[in-house]
Nanobody, 113 residues
Framework: QVQLVESGGGLVQPGGSLRLSCAAS???????GGWYRQTPGNEREMVAA??????NYASSVKGRFTISRDNAKNTMYLQMNSLKPEDTAVYYC?????????WGQGTQVTVSS
């Protein structure tokens, strides 16, 4: 079992920044880690993913969000800049260990003036 705990969400004005963190109970992000988001009535969508060599982003966040990880701390991050109201959602992190996908509990991000 791996526990993932997100933090860093909150209320921010349009144009502002937030950094989300996802702390894992053990090493899980070395080869893959992902950030997803979900709004009421919609499916969860991939925001960013990081593998052992590359990072991928949804077109809606490319150039504004940056995914990173610190393997020594078993932590993954999502730096979100130039936030827009449409970025408002619950953000989830995930990772895979031994073929099992683990999810965090989610953290709310609200972009509003």
């Amino acid at each position: 079992q791996v526990q993932l705990v997100e933090s860093g969400g909150g209320l921010v004005q349009p144009g502002g920044s937030l950094r989300l963190s996802c702390a894992a109970s053990r090493s899980i992000f070395s080869f893959y880690g992902g950030w997803y988001r979900q709004t009421p009535g919609n499916e969860r969508e991939m925001v960013a993913a990081i593998t052992d060599g590359t990072s991928n982003y949804a077109s809606s966040v490319k150039g504004r969000f940056t995914i990173s990880r610190d393997n020594a701390k078993n932590t993954m991050y999502l730096q979100m800049n130039s936030l827009k109201p449409e970025d408002t959602a619950v953000y989830y992190c995930n990772g895979v260990s031994r073929g099992v996908v683990y999810w965090g509990q989610g953290t709310q991000v609200t972009v509003s003036s």
